[in-house]
C-alpha cells in the first residue's frame, strides 16, 4: 500500500445522516450473527445502532469513522471493559423491547446460546467492541490502520482485549501480527478474547 494512500485517511465521529447509516451498516457487518437474533428488520437495527452513538449508554458509543475522500470506509469503537458489561444489557434490552412479544422467549433462547460462546471477560481491558471495513476497501489495509489506532488509544491501559470469532482467520491473523494472543481457555469459545500487553 503506498504512503500516500493511508495518508490521505483521518479518523473522525460521525456526523452526518449519511456517515451514521455507513457507520450503523458496518458496526451490523461486524457482526451480523448477534444482529440476527433479534429478528428484527434491518432498518429498526440500524436506527437502534445509529441511535447509540454518543448516548454514553452503549458499546458503540464511542465510535471513529475511517474517512478518505469525504467518504466513511471504515469503523472503530472501543471502550473500557468495565462498562462493557452493563453497556450490553441496556443495549439488548433496548432491542429486546423492539421484538415482537409473540418471539420474544425465542428470541432470549438465542441471545442465551450466543452468550454462552462468548469468551468471558475478567479483568479491566481496554476493549475493541467493533471494527469493520467497506467490502471495496478491504485488502488496503485499513483494518490495520484503525488497529493501530485502538492501540494508541490503549496506551494507558496495561492490556488491551477483543473477541474474534474463531472462524474469521484473516481477523486472526491481523490480530496476531499486532501482537494479541488467545488465553490458554480461548480454545473452548466460538467468540475467543485475544489480549495484547502494553
Not at 449519511?18 to 450503523?24: D, G, N, P, R, S
Not at 458496518?26 to 436506527?47: A, C, R
Not at 489506532?149 to 482467520?169: C, D, M, P, R
Request: net charge positive; with cysteine; hydrophobic share 40%.
Amino acid at each position: 500500500m503506498n504512503a500516500n494512500y493511508m495518508s490521505d485517511i483521518s479518523f473522525s465521529t460521525p456526523e452526518s445522516v449519511e456517515e451514521k447509516l455507513i457507520a450503523a451498516n458496518l458496526v451490523m457487518q461486524s457482526l451480523p450473527e448477534f444482529y440476527k437474533l433479534f429478528s428484527l428488520k434491518k432498518e429498526i437495527i440500524l436506527k437502534h445502532i445509529s441511535s447509540e452513538f454518543f448516548s454514553g449508554k452503549s458499546e458503540v458509543s464511542d465510535i471513529k469513522c475511517i474517512i478518505k475522500d469525504s467518504k466513511v470506509i471504515a469503523i472503530i469503537s472501543y471502550l473500557s471493559s468495565t462498562d462493557l458489561k452493563i453497556l450490553q444489557i441496556m443495549s439488548v434490552q433496548k432491542l429486546l423491547s423492539m421484538t415482537d412479544s409473540q418471539d420474544k422467549n425465542h428470541v432470549k433462547l438465542r441471545l442465551r446460546h450466543h452468550l454462552e460462546s462468548v469468551q468471558p471477560i475478567l479483568d479491566d481491558y481496554f476493549y475493541l467492541s467493533r471494527i469493520a471495513v467497506l467490502p471495496e476497501y478491504r485488502g488496503k489495509k485499513l483494518g490495520q490502520e484503525a488497529l493501530k489506532y485502538f492501540i494508541k488509544l490503549g496506551s494507558s491501559y496495561q492490556k488491551l482485549a477483543l473477541h474474534v470469532n474463531k472462524e474469521n482467520k484473516p481477523a486472526i491473523s491481523m490480530y496476531s501480527r499486532a501482537g494479541f494472543e488467545f488465553s490458554n481457555e480461548s480454545s473452548y469459545w466460538d467468540y475467543p478474547l485475544m489480549i495484547k500487553s502494553n
